[in-house]
């Protein structure tokens, strides 16, 4: 393969709703490049792009798939992506490491909820954008009210390039407005016929040149003054004008494909090679110190891994971006992350599991590497005398959560490696041991994400593994302050225990001032605090620890067993067994013994008295709020909001986003276990949310109530 220079390579994310099309338009891409020799077909399981088990078992894409062509002296790296939402993280990753985003709408369907959640992770990374409309042969397509959808939604920036001569089973034509040209294919698609444009069809598309040489025009003064001037630009300028646009984010071009019939494929490649901006067109990436790196062929290597697959005969394919420098096969290089040496002892130009041998890869190429040694993804390499460290790609939090827990108790160990593994592929999925919940926690980005992650542990691992709901993580806490004391005291021959613990508890916020006084019934205690300790909590919140005591009724030595102690007890709240947080402990007396007092005498008094005075405290629960941001058509707005009601939620606001609302809610976690299927069912799949840990807030009192009670039961089980 020729070694492509960086300003001869485009890098696109291609993209879109399931079903739009994107794995059938791969295949004829690919065909038309001559990588492969025949165009596979979904049903058949045969295609470049859903070849892992899995996706052909569900008939969806599940994991991205890098491939490549070369076409009129360019190349161009596609990574093409899931269109669920649930594996968003493939999305991500593919709109990190390119330079376009190309949206594939389905005619027929216009403007889905994938097209409007992909559309906006491009716009939060800066990345251009440009439709392509496919399923163009479908009979329900209006290409002309597909235009006015599109321009409603993303304003005057949407710039047709394109459009059918008529839509529906007869579609075997274009005309596209750049070139001035008819494009027509034989029932069989592939190489078309281009000629001039008819006369009926001259004043339309004579009226759509004028729009698009203006919207080429607005992006470069010298094209702008030349506009004014002649109110025309020559082929090349428009393209000028037009990368320029993209890159600006100031022009979103439509173009038209069949793919399953391959019409308008190789045309798309032509465009794509002329007209999205290269590596070097658009703004340089930032490393971890924020230093801007240029993607300069010349400069010193640096290799960003974005990527794990794991293939069966092969292991581990490590997929990568070169960020600058040249890569050659037999290079010895750094791994930033993790210390080690490797060597690029094999290197490859890939089409999903079709790999072509390279020996030279140059800043901004894409390519992949088997048999490196050390290399996770997120992993950099560098040359020697190079330190660059990149950590831009930042994925979504979770949304869905189960429980996991293998069939086979023995297979447990086995499950977890397993997961680790699958973790290096889709960095979504994360696992989570939790030791306050006592669950292996498995958390993703909803159901389906889920559910192809059981279905890859029992047919691949043959792990049997079972999915429960996921306990909720309250927590205790006390809203008002409370006197105890407690006496250990233990003769049972030679050696006895004796400590005795007089303390106060109280509710702890930031900022309160220091105690002074204390009355409890008819007694007043004075506090003058010795010493202080504020310990940020693990689970959150704080706890205070104030040493007040005087006259040496407890020797400052037994003054950390008492602090254990009281850990303890906040470690297995008194209420539930649940975490305790924000609280203030003054231990203000007690009482010793000469020869009986020792540590753990303390620690038990200290931890009894604690839970004796947490009690008296009025105890509270409190469980975790999320905010949640709901992404809804329009005409659903009405059931999303009574839903979101019906499960404790507090709205706080709504906006409109095209034909989409926009609805953000505070809505507690226990409410939100089964909100992906849910939403789903309420919207037709139409919907899509988020949702980021907020804070933590009392519980209702009757929801209080029944904790208590569960953790009664249990106790005493």
Avoid at 187 to 196: S, V
Avoid at 474 to 494: M, P, V
């Amino acid at each position: 393969m020729k070694v492509y220079q960086t300003n001869e390579i485009r890098n696109i994310a291609l993209l879109g709703n399931d079903g739009s099309g994107k794995t059938t338009l791969t295949e004829s891409l690919l065909f038309d490049a001559g990588v492969t020799k025949r165009r596979g077909r979904i049903s058949l399981k045969n295609t470049v792009s859903d070849y892992f088990p899995v996706e052909q078992e569900y008939g969806y894409s599940v994991f991205n798939t890098v491939f490549h062509v070369e076409w009129n002296g360019k190349k161009l790296n596609m990574i093409d992506c899931p269109g669920s939402d649930d594996f968003v993280g493939a999305a991500v990753t593919a709109l990190s490491m390119t330079d376009t985003a190309l949206l594939l709408l389905k005619g027929a369907n216009g403007v889905e909820v994938g097209t409007q959640n992909h559309f906006r992770y491009a716009e939060q990374l800066g990345k251009p954008v440009m439709f392509v409309v496919n399923q163009l042969d479908d009979e329900a397509t209006d290409y002309d009210r597909l235009l006015e959808q599109l321009t409603e939604i993303y304003g005057t920036k949407v710039v047709p390039v394109q459009y059918p001569v008529k839509t529906g089973p007869d579609f075997n034509s274009m005309i596209d407005v750049l070139v001035m040209k008819k494009y027509s294919w034989k029932p069989e698609g592939g190489e078309p016929t281009i000629e001039d444009i008819p006369a009926d069809e001259m004043a339309k598309a004579t009226e759509w040149r004028a729009r698009l040489v203006e919207a080429a025009a607005e992006h470069d003064e010298a094209l702008m003054e030349k506009f004014f001037e002649t109110e025309e630009l020559t082929d090349d300028e428009i393209r000028l004008g037009m990368r320029k646009g993209l890159a600006a984010r100031g022009m979103f071009p439509v173009c038209c494909v069949c793919a399953t019939k391959d019409m308008g494929v190789r045309r798309l490649m032509e465009f794509l090679g002329n007209v999205v901006p290269s590596v070097q067109d658009m703004p340089a990436v930032k490393n971890a110190q924020g230093e801007e790196i240029a993607p300069d062929a010349s400069a010193a290597t640096s290799l960003f891994f974005f990527k794990t697959g794991v293939e069966p005969h092969i292991g581990e394919v490590q997929y990568f971006k070169v960020m600058s420098g040249t890569v050659k096969e037999g290079d010895d290089l750094t791994n930033t992350d993790r210390g080690s040496k490797e060597r690029m002892s094999q290197m490859f130009c890939c089409a999903g599991a079709i790999r072509i041998k390279v020996d030279t890869l140059v800043a901004g190429d894409i390519g992949c590497a088997v048999k490196l040694k050390d290399v996770k993804t997120g992993n950099t390499l560098n040359a020697k005398d190079c330190d660059y460290k990149f950590d831009f790609i930042q994925y979504p939090d979770s949304k869905y959560t189960r429980a996991i827990k293998a069939v086979s108790e023995s297979d447990t160990e086995k499950m977890m490696n397993a997961l680790q593994r699958m973790r290096e592929e889709d960095p979504t999925w994360k696992v989570e041991n939790s030791k306050e919940l006592k669950q292996i926690l498995v958390h993703g980005q909803g159901e389906f994400h889920l559910r192809t992650l059981k279905w890859r542990l029992e047919n691949n691992e043959k792990i049997q593994i079972t999915y429960d709901e996921p306990k909720i993580p309250y927590r205790e806490t006390i809203t008002k302050a409370a006197r105890a004391d407690y006496r250990h005291k233990k003769q049972s021959g030679g050696a006895g225990q004796f400590g005795e613990v007089h303390l106060i508890v109280e509710p702890y916020t930031d900022g309160m001032p220091e105690p002074d006084v204390y009355r409890f019934g008819n007694q007043e205690y004075r506090i003058a605090a010795k010493g202080k300790e504020e310990i940020q909590l693990e689970w959150g919140g704080k706890l205070v620890f104030i040493n007040s005591v005087v006259g040496g009724a407890i020797d400052a030595r037994f003054m950390p067993a008492i602090l254990k102690g009281v850990m303890q007890r906040m470690e297995q709240g008194p209420l539930t067994g649940c975490y305790a947080r924000d609280v203030r402990v003054i231990v203000y007396d007690g009482k010793m013994h000469p020869v009986d007092s020792n540590e753990i005498s303390f620690m038990l008094a200290g931890r009894n008295a604690f839970a004796k005075a947490f009690r008296d405290a009025n105890p509270k629960i409190l469980e975790p709020i999320y905010d949640v941001v709901v992404l809804t058509p329009s005409d659903k707005m009405g059931d999303v909001m009574s839903d979101l009601q019906g499960r404790r939620a507090v709205i706080m606001g709504m906006t409109s986003e095209a034909n989409y609302q926009k609805l953000s809610a505070k809505v507690p976690l226990k409410e939100m276990s089964n909100y992906c299927t849910a939403l789903s069912s309420i919207a037709g799949g139409r919907a899509s949310f988020s949702m980021k840990f907020a804070s933590y807030e009392l519980v209702p009192t009757d929801i209080q109530q029944k904790l208590i009670k569960e953790h009664e039961t249990e106790s005493e089980e």
